[in-house]
C-alpha cells in the first residue's frame, strides 16, 4: 500500500490527515478531503465573518463594499483537482481554462449563506477579485450565477495579463479608478480570501475583523511574507 501523510501548519494545532491505499492517488485524494474537512469544522464557514461584518455595515451612512476571491474562497474546484489525479496530469493553464469553460464549480462551505445575508445589507455590494483572466468572466459569472449567489451590482475584477496583479486591482477599487471609475471610489469593509495575497499589505487593517482567510490545502500562501 501507499502511506500518504499531508501536515497542513496553521496557527494554533496543525491539521494532519494520513491514510493508506494500493492506489497512490486514490491515498493523495483521501488525504486531501479529510484535511479539507478538519479546515471546514476549524474555520466559522463564514458565521463570526458575516456577524463583523454586519456590525459595521450598519454604521455606514453610504454605500460600501466587501471584496471576495473567487476560487477556492467561493467558487470549489476540487473537482478540477480529482480530474487531474484521475487523468495522472498536473496543472496547465489550458485545462485549467477548460475546467472554468465548463462552469461545473461547486461551493465552498458557508458561501452560500454567507453571501445571502450580506445581499440583505442595504447599500452594499460584492466585488470579486480573481487571478482568472478577463476573457472567463462571462463563465465565471454564469457559474456565480447559477449557483444563486449572483446581483446585478456585482464587480468582477480578472485579471487582464500576467502584470495585472491583484494589489493593483485593489487600488483601483479603494480609488474609484480605471475598470472602477463609473462605479467611483468603494468603501471596502471586508476583503476574503484563500491566500496571503487576496489581501491588502496594510496594518490598519486588521485579520478577523477587516481580512478574513479561508486557508485551502492545494496550493497558495498563507504568510503574509
Given at each position: ?72 474562497t467561493v467558487l470549489d474546484n476540487s473537482g478540477y483537482q480529482r ?143
Amino acid at each position: 500500500k501507499y502511506a500518504c501523510t499531508m501536515k497542513v501548519n496553521t496557527p494554533g494545532q496543525s491539521l494532519v490527515a494520513r491514510d493508506a491505499e494500493s492506489d497512490l492517488y486514490a491515498a493523495v485524494d483521501l488525504v486531501t478531503k479529510k484535511i479539507q474537512q478538519q479546515i471546514r469544522k476549524r474555520h466559522s464557514k463564514f458565521k463570526a465573518k458575516n456577524t463583523r461584518v454586519a456590525a459595521a455595515a450598519k454604521k455606514q451612512k453610504g454605500p460600501w463594499a466587501i471584496v471576495m476571491d473567487l476560487d477556492e474562497t467561493v467558487l470549489d474546484n476540487s473537482g478540477y483537482q480529482r480530474r487531474l489525479e484521475a487523468s495522472g496530469q498536473g496543472h496547465t493553464q489550458e485545462a485549467w481554462e477548460v475546467w472554468v469553460a465548463e462552469r461545473k464549480a461547486g461551493l465552498v462551505p458557508g458561501a452560500k449563506e454567507f453571501i445571502a445575508k450580506v445581499r440583505k445589507l442595504p447599500n452594499g455590494r460584492i466585488i470579486f477579485i480573481s487571478n482568472r483572466y478577463a476573457r472567463n468572466t462571462d463563465h465565471s459569472r454564469a457559474n456565480v450565477n447559477q449557483l444563486g449567489l449572483g446581483a446585478k451590482s456585482d464587480i468582477y475584477l480578472l485579471r487582464k495579463d500576467r502584470n495585472d496583479r491583484k494589489n493593483l486591482r485593489r487600488a483601483e477599487v479603494l480609488q474609484g479608478t480605471g475598470r472602477i471609475k463609473s462605479h467611483g471610489a468603494q468603501k471596502v469593509l471586508a476583503w476574503f480570501g484563500d491566500a496571503a495575497h487576496d489581501h491588502p499589505d496594510d496594518p490598519n487593517l486588521k485579520w478577523g475583523t477587516h481580512k478574513f482567510m479561508l486557508p485551502n490545502p492545494v496550493y497558495g500562501n498563507w504568510d503574509e511574507e
